[in-house]
């Protein structure tokens, strides 16, 4: 007998959210092409060049897959295009943090550096 109404809504959400946990690599993968799509960057991965670290390679945190949320969390992972002047490309994908990809967001790399120098000389003065 087939479900209606809410039941079937339910069950899709439950469906829709098993799938997710389920394969994490291919929703990064989608959602990349996507944002690719839209800012007309180049896209020439597949969801097997994408890999889930047990920690993010660049805070040393857990990652953790997630879903029914409807939001981001800092230990979620986060496909991260290494150089941002390249779209998804192989060679230029990691996955990190979504904590780790927000703080590296728009920033470069000589900015990191004066921003943790900087961060270093103020905490000798405390």
Not at 103 to 121: H, Q
Request: charged content about 30%.
């Amino acid at each position: 007998m087939p479900l209606s109404g809410e039941r079937r809504r339910e069950w899709e959400r439950e469906y829709a959210k098993r799938k997710r946990l389920a394969k994490p690599e291919y929703y990064l993968w989608k959602s990349a092409k996507k944002r690719a799509k839209d800012k007309e960057l180049d896209f020439d991965i597949s969801v097997s060049d994408i890999i889930i670290p047990q920690l993010c390679p660049l805070l040393n945190i857990p990652l953790v897959v997630r879903t029914g949320h409807n939001r981001r969390f800092p230990d979620s992972p986060s496909l991260d295009r290494i150089d941002n002047r390249f779209g998804y490309i192989q060679g230029n994908i990691l996955v990190i943090s979504w904590r780790a990809n927000f703080i590296k967001s728009d920033a470069s790399l000589n900015e990191l550096e004066l921003l943790v120098a900087n961060l270093r000389t103020i905490s000798k003065l405390t």
